[in-house]
């Protein structure tokens, strides 16, 4: 199972270190599902969403928005933990 979902980042620091970090950690959280990014606001490719090298290179700010490609069994489950977390960004 595929689930796609945009996510604008609403932290007023963007998707700095830390809280990429935690996204990465989220993502890795499960072994079974791909998790695919990218920067909707700049045309960006798709980062694996478990690296954090690669996902610190979307360089999202304040506003823009991610594009999520999140797949396998637990997709579901994976994408709402996601949206919460990217939903408390202050």
Known sequence: MAIEMDIEINGK??????????????CNSDPEVKVKIKNTSDNSPYVDGKSMMQVSTLRASYGQTLHFVIEGNNATQLAERI???LSRLD
């Open 13 to 26: 620091h963007g998707l700095h270190v830390r809280p990429c970090a935690s996204l990465v950690k989220i």
């Open 83 to 85: 949206a919460e977390f």
